[in-house]
């Protein structure tokens, strides 16, 4: 069997011959040129907002994972390349144009369970087998909003709530938790400023 | 047909060599060369191959590469991979050459690359041409200008998320912590970690002719040969 490994991206059309069986969803936005590998990129995508994705042109999805909650929204630019990352929204993630997430990238708008002790011991019990998902104390997220020409290194992680400025490099293995400025290079865990290029 | 993996394989009807019972609908691309013994696992572990040399990859005698790793390869890259080796869940990127020697081991999500950007050389103006000339070639394959080799001695263990960058050598018997960012040579026997690297101590280089002879011996025993 030939197996494509790019086929455009269309909302609610499965892939040919994909080895995957996740539905592609409906309730987004693809431009043109836009192309996926498979459908288990949408594996944990349980958005039912009208639209939970919008993809721009000419965007490369590789060997990734685009998960959101219900109430997950993800965007992102044109001519954005994703390889082999997970990109979790609870509530909102955005991404610019021009912007590289590389292998082993992940990108989380929520730290998924409250940090209180006795909040996160209820919170187990409520997303077990036997609990109530609607009964889950609340927990903190915050949108991420990656700017134009961004690139991520290699396994490097950003956490809920960060803005990274236009044409920032973040160094592979990086763990960034606050806002970078334009054109910065960071590196690091905790990610550390190593060059501004503004002076 | 000859058979040396240690997974059954066959040629699809185009022509091209596939793992038998391999839960990804795909073969391997026709520059890869097993070894005796060697376990490619699966097809998936390299739709993101595009070399265009005629001997790219290699895996040697009893390597195997397990739980999904990825190896991604541009036009002109070559990954060499020696006896022994195990890589789980490793994710190799080579534009030029990614070289690893006998009985290394590579735990999951750990990346290896001999390209990534030149930071100072980095303009965004030259990132944009990159991503557009991915978005228009026929494979999506991002091209990285000037890798580095990255070579791997003997007896190598890397831990869980680290990542390894170009021009890097790791020095025999060395051990690299979890998420540690390796940017620098790592001399032999070191126990390097962290994420910017700090060397923590040295072994004791202990792993010699002997040793290794004796436990092949005990593996004769067991019908296995030896190349």
Same mark, same amino acid.
């Given at each position: 069997m030939i197996v494509q490994n790019f086929q455009l991206l269309v909302p609610g059309k499965k892939l040919v011959n994909d080895w995957c069986d996740f539905p592609v969803p409906m309730n987004m936005e693809v431009g043109a040129n836009t192309m996926i590998d498979?459908?288990?990129? *949408?594996?944990?995508?349980f958005s039912k907002k009208d639209i939970g994705l919008k993809l721009g042109n000419n965007i490369t999805i590789q060997k990734t994972n685009l998960a959101t909650e219900i109430n997950g929204y993800i965007e992102i630019g044109d001519f954005s390349f994703i390889s082999c990352a997970t990109i979790v929204a609870n509530e909102k993630i955005i991404i610019g144009k021009y912007v590289f997430i590389g292998i082993g990238v992940t990108i989380v708008d929520?730290? *998924?369970?409250?940090?209180d002790p006795a909040q996160r011991l209820k919170d187990t019990i409520a997303i077990s087998?036997?609990?109530?998902?609607?009964?889950r104390p609340p927990f903190t997220s915050l949108p991420v909003h990656i700017e134009d020409d961004v690139w991520i290194g290699f396994n490097a992680t950003i956490l809920k709530g960060v803005r990274i400025g236009r044409g920032s490099i973040i160094q592979p293995g990086s763990v960034v938790l606050r806002d970078v400025p334009e054109d910065s290079v960071m590196e690091g865990n905790p990610a550390q400023l190593i060059t501004s290029r503004n002076g | 047909m000859d058979n040396p993996a240690a997974q059954n394989t066959y040629y699809d009807s185009n022509g091209n060599l596939a793992i038998e019972s391999?839960?990804?609908p795909g073969s391997l691309p026709e520059n890869v060369f097993l070894d005796n013994m060697?376990?490619?696992?699966?097809?998936f572990s390299f739709t993101g191959f595009h070399s265009g040399?005629?001997?790219s990859f290699f895996l040697g005698y009893a390597s195997g590469n397990y739980g999904r790793s990825n190896f991604m390869g541009g036009e002109n890259c070559e990954i060499n991979i020696g006896k022994f080796v195990v890589l789980q869940g490793t994710n190799i990127i080579s534009n030029k050459s990614v070289f690893i020697k006998d009985h290394c081991m590579f735990s999951w999500g750990s990346v290896i690359t001999?390209?990534?950007?030149h930071i100072e050389a980095s303009s965004a103006e030259a990132r944009r041409k990159m991503l557009i000339q991915a978005a228009n070639d026929k494979n999506r394959y991002l091209e990285f200008p000037h890798p580095k080799q990255v070579r791997i001695e003997e007896n190598v263990w890397v831990g869980f998320k680290a990542v390894i960058l170009p021009g890097v050598t790791l020095g025999r018997g060395c051990v690299i912590g979890s998420n540690s960012v390796i940017d620098k040579d790592v001399p032999p026997y070191a126990v390097v970690a962290g994420n910017p690297q700090k060397l923590i101590r040295f072994l004791e280089p202990n792993d010699t002719e002997v040793v290794k002879q004796e436990a092949l011996k005990e593996l004769i025993k067991t019908e296995y040969k030896i190349k």
């Open positions: 498979s459908s288990y990129c *949408f594996e944990k995508f929520t730290d *998924f369970h409250p940090l087998t036997v609990g109530e998902r609607t009964k | 391999d839960w990804f060697s376990y490619p696992d699966s097809a040399k005629k001997k001999d390209s990534w950007l």
